[in-house]
C-alpha cells in the first residue's frame, strides 16, 4: 500500500490514467481526489450557516464560530473542506441564493482557480516573462554606501557597472537598481542623490538586453529611472509611501512590484505584530490592488512581494516561507527576497557572507511553494539551486 499526496487536478489525473481508468471516469474522478481548505475572514452568521448547510448537504464541512450558529455573532469566519468537486458544487449552489452568497461563490471559484494554475505572463519592454516554466531570477545592485551585506562595495559607478555586467554573465533575468538602502533603521536618502546613485547605472546599462527595475519608494527617482531605460518598479511601500507612484507607473505602462512592509524601515522591527499573518498581508496586498487600480495600472502588471524581513520577527519570516503558496489565490506572480537576511544569520548565526546555503535552502523551499522571482545577490549560485528546484517542483 501507498498514500499518494494528490496536490492538484492533474496529478490526479495521472494517477487514474496510470490505473487505466476510462477516460470518461478520469474526468469526474480527478476532482474528487483533490482536497481543499479554504479560509474566510468574516462572513455574515446568516449566510455562513446557508453555505454550512449547502455544503453538508453535499458531504464536506464548514466551520463556523459557535456565535454564528447561536445568531449571538452577526459575523464569523468560515473554514470550508472538501473535494473540488464538492467546491464546485457548492459554487453552483451559492450563485442562485440570496445572502451576499453569489458574492461568496465568485471569490470562491476565482481563488480557487487562481491557486491550481500559474499567473498570466507579463510583457516587460523587450521581453515576456512566462510564468509557471522556470523560476526568473532578479539580481540585486544596491548603489548604496549602507546596505546590509553589501554596502559601498559598487557605490562607484564603475564598480556598480562591473558588478551588474557579473550580475548579467551569471543569468539575471532582471537587476534590481537601488540608491537607497531599506535594512531597519536606514536613514532617508534626498531624492538628489538617489538619482545621482542611480540614473547613471541604468543609463549605462539601458543599451545591454536586461530586464532593469528601480528599487525605490520615490516617484521623482521611478519617473527619472523610467526614462533613462528603467521597465519595472519595485516599491517596497505598495505604491504607499508616495501618493504620486500609482500615477507615474500608469503613464509608463510598466509593471510594479507590490512588497508588505509594517511602518516604514527605520521603524519596521520594532516589535511587529500581527492579527493574522497571512491574512494581514494579504488584506494589504488587496488595498493596494485597489491603489494601482484607482490609478490607471493594468492588474495583470502588478507582482506581489509578502517582504521577507520587513516587519517580522524571524517566526513570521519561516511561516511565509511555509505558506508562500497561500497568496496564489491574488492571481498575481510572487517574488521573494530573502537573499543573506538576517532570519537566515539568526538561525544560522553567520555573518551575511556566510549565508549562501542558507539562502539557496530558502530559495528551493519558496520554489517549492510557489514563487516565481526570487531577488538574490549571488546569482550564478541561486540560478543553478533555482534551475534544480524547478526541474522537480515544475515538472508535470
Ligand atoms: C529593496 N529590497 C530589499 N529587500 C527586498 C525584498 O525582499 N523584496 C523587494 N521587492 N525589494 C527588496
Redesign the pocket.
Known amino acids: 500500500m501507498r498514500i499518494l499526496e494528490i496536490k492538484d487536478e492533474k496529478r490526479a489525473q495521472r494517477e487514474l490514467q496510470k490505473l487505466g481508468a476510462d477516460p470518461q471516469g478520469v474526468t469526474l474522478m480527478a476532482p474528487k481526489a483533490v482536497f481543499r481548505a479554504v479560509r474566510l475572514k468574516k462572513v455574515r452568521s446568516v449566510s455562513a450557516n446557508i453555505l454550512k448547510q449547502e455544503m453538508l448537504s453535499l458531504g464536506g464541512e464548514a466551520a463556523t464560530s459557535y456565535g454564528a450558529i447561536n445568531l449571538s455573532s452577526k459575523y464569523t469566519p468560515l473554514l470550508i473542506t472538501g473535494t473540488l468537486k464538492q467546491f464546485r458544487q457548492l459554487i453552483a449552489k451559492l450563485k442562485i441564493h440570496q445572502f451576499g452568497l453569489p458574492r461568496i461563490a465568485e471569490t470562491l471559484e476565482q481563488s480557487l482557480k487562481n491557486y491550481d494554475q500559474s499567473p498570466p505572463p507579463i510583457k516587460i519592454g523587450p521581453r515576456t516573462l512566462r510564468f509557471g516554466q522556470r523560476t526568473y531570477i532578479m539580481g540585486?545592485l544596491n548603489v548604496t554606501p549602507d546596505s546590509f551585506s553589501d554596502g559601498g562595495k559598487f557605490h562607484k559607478l564603475e564598480d556598480a557597472l562591473s558588478q551588474a555586467h557579473r550580475l548579467i554573465a551569471a543569468g539575471a533575468d532582471i537587476i534590481?537598481i537601488?540608491g537607497e538602502s531599506?535594512r531597519p533603521g536606514a536613514k532617508n536618502v534626498p531624492v538628489h542623490e538617489e538619482l545621482k546613485r542611480v540614473i547613471p547605472v541604468i543609463s549605462a546599462l539601458r543599451k545591454k538586453k536586461i530586464l532593469i527595475s528601480i528599487?525605490t519608494r520615490k516617484a521623482a527617482v521611478a519617473e527619472a529611472a523610467l526614462s533613462a531605460g528603467a521597465h519595472i518598479i519595485?516599491?517596497?511601500s505598495a505604491l504607499r509611501h508616495d501618493p504620486r507612484m500609482a500615477k507615474v507607473a500608469a503613464k509608463y505602462k510598466v509593471p510594479v512590484?507590490l512588497?508588505h512592509m509594517l511602518k516604514n524601515p527605520k521603524t519596521m522591527q520594532k516589535n511587529p505584530v500581527y492579527k493574522d499573518l497571512i491574512f494581514d498581508i494579504m488584506t494589504y496586498f488587496q488595498e493596494s490592488l485597489e491603489i494601482a487600480g484607482r490609478a490607471g495600472i493594468k492588474e495583470n502588471r502588478l507582482i506581489i512581494?509578502p517582504?521577507?524581513?520587513?516587519g517580522k520577527t524571524v517566526e513570521h519570516n519561516l511561516e511565509i516561507l511555509k505558506r508562500l503558496k497561500e497568496f496564489k489565490v491574488l492571481g498575481r506572480p510572487i517574488?521573494?527576497?530573502?537573499?543573506r537576511?538576517s532570519t537566515i544569520g539568526k538561525i544560522l548565526s553567520l555573518p551575511p557572507s556566510e549565508r549562501l546555503m542558507g539562502t539557496a535552502a530558502t530559495v528551493a523551499i519558496a520554489i517549492s511553494n510557489g514563487v516565481d522571482i526570487i531577488?538574490v545577490h549571488d546569482v550564478a549560485a541561486m540560478k543553478k539551486a533555482a534551475k534544480m528546484t524547478d526541474a522537480i517542483v515544475r515538472r508535470l
Do not use: E, P
Open positions: 540585486i534590481d537601488g531599506t528599487d519595485n516599491d517596497i512590484i512588497m512581494d517582504g521577507f524581513g520587513f517574488l521573494i527576497g530573502t537573499s537576511k531577488r
